[in-house]
Structures are given as C-alpha cells and as structure tokens.
C-alpha cells in the first residue's frame, strides 16, 4: 500500500517526524545549556576566546615567575629588596651597616638584572589588560545567555589577575593554583554541575539498578533439562544517580 493511496498514513509520517525533529533539538539545546558540546564545528571565535585566555594565562604566570625569580622588591621581603645574580646566589640590595654591592664580572650588573625583572613585570601587566579584556567578553556571552556561573567565572578571572599583578610573590602563587585548576577543568559547568542533563528530559529514560529476575518455569511443567525448584520471580527496586 502506497502513501497516496492511504493519506493518512502520510500525515502520521509528518507528524511523527515533526515530533522527532522537536526532540531532537530540545536535547541540544538542553545539552548546551549544560556546558556539553552538540556541534561538529571544531572551532568556533569563542573557542578561539577561550583557548586564548588561557594561553595568555600561561603567559602571564610564565613573566610573574621570572619577574620574582630575579628581583624581589623591599616590600614583599621585609623591607629589604634582593636580586638574583647570574651565579644562582641571592643578594640583598640594601643593608645597613653594610656597603652597596652593584655586582660583578660573576654576578653580573645589579641595575641591568632588575631592569629585566622590570620588563618581565610589563609585559606581565599587558597580560593582565588582555585577560581583562577577554574575561569582559566572556561574562558578557554568559550573561546574554543566562549562564550565572560563566558570569561569575568571568569575574573570578579579573580578580585573580589583580592579585597576580599587584600581589607580589603570593599573589603570583595564588594566580599559578588558579590557572591548573582552569586547565585541569574544575570550574567547567559540565563537572561542577550535579544534575544529568537528561534529568527534565522526560524523553529519556535514565538508566538505574531495577532488576528484575525472570521467573523459573514451574516444576510441573515438562522440560528438556531437571532443574532444582525456585521461586517466582523477584522484583527489586533501584535508584538513579543525577
């Protein structure tokens, strides 16, 4: 039988088929708006936004480590500033009672080696404007998208970079943590949240530990094979784990 000879076969087909492509887009949508990916499309200009926060990340740690690796200033060392001569040893710049060592053919010149200290802390800084700037584009997405944590993230990212910039060793510490933790995915919406995105989908049926045991046939009943008597069959209710 032919669809133009029963038409209204073909008007379930459509209905049917209607009603698959809602489906269909009702758990991407709900997919997204968990965090998880639906698109073939492997880059995307937010991907590219986001790879290049924390590749600038990256940076900005990188410059913090040898800004204090070679110069610590007075006062993050208890009034007292030290640099880093070539020679791996510390020297401190000023102590009293003591004469001035400006350095050495050994050591190298005190004034060249904190002005490099000086230009890994600038272009720490520049690091620091573009991490803004892309955090500001991020907390905007999320909060036209109605996404509360990207916009708290988003603000999580600036503050972190202010301590990094001007919280001296600790904060560059603390900015180091921040950073592999980001790259190590803790604060992805897809692991922070606790709810299966299919939980509301009423769609899907989520997988749980009911079991039911399929009952033995009866002694009295002929069989091919003797088997020991048992018991009907046993239901046993499980749970389902969001």
């Known amino acids: 039988m032919s ?4 038409p209204q076969t073909k008007v379930e087909l459509d209905l ?5 492509m809602k489906q269909l887009h009702s758990n991407s949508m709900l997919l997204s708006g968990n965090g998880i990916p639906t698109e073939n499309n492997s880059f995307s200009f937010d991907n590219f936004i986001n790879v290049s926060g924390k ?8 410059c913090g480590y040898k800004q204090y690796d070679l ?3 007075a006062k993050w060392n208890n009034g007292v500033g030290k640099w880093k001569g070539k020679n791996g040893v510390w020297y401190m710049e000023k102590v009293e009672g003591k004469k001035d060592f400006f350095g050495n053919q050994y050591t190298g010149a005190r004034k060249d080696i904190i002005a490099e200290s000086n230009r890994y802390s600038k272009f720490g800084r520049i690091s620091f404007g573009v991490s803004t700037f892309i955090s500001i584009y991020q907390g905007y997405k999320a909060f036209d998208a109605g996404d509360g944590q990207g916009v708290i993230k988003a603000g999580a990212d600036v503050i972190v970079g202010i301590i990094a910039t001007w919280g001296g060793p600790v904060g560059w510490a603390i900015s180091g943590i921040y950073m592999f933790l980001d790259l190590a995915g803790a604060f992805d919406p897809r692991y922070t949240k606790c709810v299966s995105p299919y939980a509301n989908n009423p769609h899907v049926h989520l997988r749980d530990k009911t079991y039911v045991k399929p009952p033995l046939i009866p002694t009295y009943l002929p069989r091919r094979m003797p ?3 048992a018991n009907n069959a046993v ?4 749970y389902k784990r969001y």
Request: aromatic letters at 14%; zero cysteines.
């Open 227 to 229: 088997s020991a008597p």
């Open 55 to 62: 590749v600038n990340s990256g940076v900005g740690v990188y």
């Open 16 to 20: 049917f088929a209607q009603e698959a």
């Open 235 to 238: 239901f046993r209710q499980g």
């Open 3 to 6: 669809l133009k000879t029963n």
């Open 71 to 73: 110069y610590i200033e």
